[in-house]
Structures are given as C-alpha cells and as structure tokens.
C-alpha cells in the first residue's frame, strides 16, 4: 500500500470485517495500491477475492501486482475462472502449498483431489504472465518422498527455481521429522543426497543447501523423543478414524516403525 495510508491495518480478516467495511478500505487505496497478497484460507474460493479483483479491473488498476498463497484445490468458483481475471493483469505471483504428490497429498491435506491439483499445475505453468513458486512444508510424512516430488513437478515444467523446501515444520513438533527413528533419518538423508547426485549443476546448486538443511534439522534429537512419537501415533489414529484413512497405507515406508510405537 502507499506511504500515506501505513496507518491503515496492512492485512484484513475477512470473516472480522463486513464485506462493507472491506471495500470501503480497498476503495480508499484502490488509486495507488501496488501489490494485493491474498493469504489464506484459501483465498481462489473466497468471493471478496473475485469481488476485489472486480474493483482493481474496473478503476483501470490492472497494473496492481497480485499475490496469493493457494492450495490450487480449484481455479474456479460459482461460475468465475480466475485465469480470465488473472490474463488482465500484468503481474501474478502463485506460491502454491504442495507437500506431496498423489495419494500422499490426498492424505496430508484432507479433502485435496490430486488429479484436479496436478491440472490446475499445469494451467499455472502455461500461463505466460504468471511466476509460480512451489513451497513445501517438510515434516516425516513427507521427507522420504521429496526426490520423488521435485521430480515430478520439474517434469511438469515447474521451473527449479521456483520449489522451496526451506519450510521445515517445527509445530506442532510432533510431526517433525526430528521424532523419527535413526533408521528412517539415515535412510531419509541417503535418499536426499543421492537425489543431488542424480542433479544437474545449476539444478544442484538450489537444492543442496535445501536439502543439507534438512538433513542438519532432522539429526537433532529432542529429549521428549518417545513422548512426541506417542503423541503422534495418539493425533494420527484419531483423524484416521475421523477420516476413514490409514497411515500405513498412505506411508508404507513408516508403517513398521509407526506399529512398534
């Protein structure tokens, strides 16, 4: 936002705010606003999302930078693509939350339809106007299977540049990657390290640091180790059974060590 209105409130809660009170803040900025970060929830199934795009477009205002934070469970709602909105403006910018591919994406983030999600990737790629970062959040559901997911969205034509795996989750502490047995850490660091191997230099370049990053976090031992696995085997079976899903089934590589708990 401009200087003028730094004492305005920088984020607005949708659900704290009447739509009123909202488009009379964007309707006082909406002249010299220079970038929009839409964050979640999920900011594509929102209507005061559309509704604020509407507003930009409207007052000539389509050389506004447009940020988002997305989980790309969909590009359209009630009716409205947002690809029609976003070829009008000049400059898009999509980090886009994927921890996994395939069933384990499913599996992490409930409610996620893989095959729509891998769709609406490929849209994002082709889009000319758009620069689409990917970031996941690392944690022991997942690590075992970051070479398989970096490969698969560089193979969609994900630019390498754009994948960060900086985001190591540290809370709630009992789905970090530190709670994992030394076996699974080992086999997990291996893993990493023959990924880079396989890497060409520049593509080497951003992932070593990315992946030695990992591998530092995951080495430190937390002294509540075996209470942290309890509770996760504890949080796991509960939403399992909310959900009508199975770990073991969704992360064979952890189901020996997931029953010893």
């Not at 985001?167 to 699974?184: A, G, K, R, V």
């Not at 937390?222 to 770990?247: A, C, V, Y």
């Amino acid at each position: 936002m401009a200087p003028g209105y730094r004492k305005e409130p920088r984020v607005i809660h949708v659900e704290d705010n009447s739509k009123e009170n909202i488009f009379r803040y964007v309707d006082q900025l909406i002249d010299t606003v220079e970038e929009v970060y839409f964050a979640g929830g999920e900011p594509l199934v929102m209507p005061e999302h559309y509704d604020i795009l509407e507003k930009l477009i409207a007052a000539g205002r389509t050389d506004c930078r447009l940020r988002y934070n997305t989980n790309l469970s969909k590009l359209t709602f009630r009716g409205k693509n947002v690809m029609d909105y976003w070829q009008q403006f000049e400059k898009v910018k999509v980090y886009a939350s994927i921890d996994a591919i395939g069933a384990r994406a499913e599996y992490l983030r409930s409610g996620t339809d893989w095959t729509l999600v891998e769709e609406n990737i490929k849209t994002i790629v082709n889009f000319d106007k758009n620069v689409m970062a990917i970031g996941a959040t690392v944690q022991l559901a997942n690590v075992l299977h970051l070479p398989e997911m970096v490969d698969h969205l560089l193979n969609f034509g994900v630019k390498y540049v754009t994948i960060s795996l900086s985001n190591i989750l540290s809370w709630p502490n009992y789905y970090s990657i530190q709670i994992l047995p030394e076996q699974l850490k080992q086999q997990a660091k291996q893993q990493l390290l023959a990924h880079l191997d396989t890497m060409e230099k520049d593509i080497r370049k951003i992932f070593e640091p990315q992946y030695n990053g990992i591998i530092n976090f995951m080495q430190h031992e937390p002294d509540n180790k075996l209470q942290l696995q309890q509770e996760f085997k504890q949080k796991t079976q509960q939403l399992d059974s909310i959900r009508h899903e199975e770990l073991s089934t969704c992360c064979p590589e952890l189901k020996e060590w997931y029953q010893s708990i």
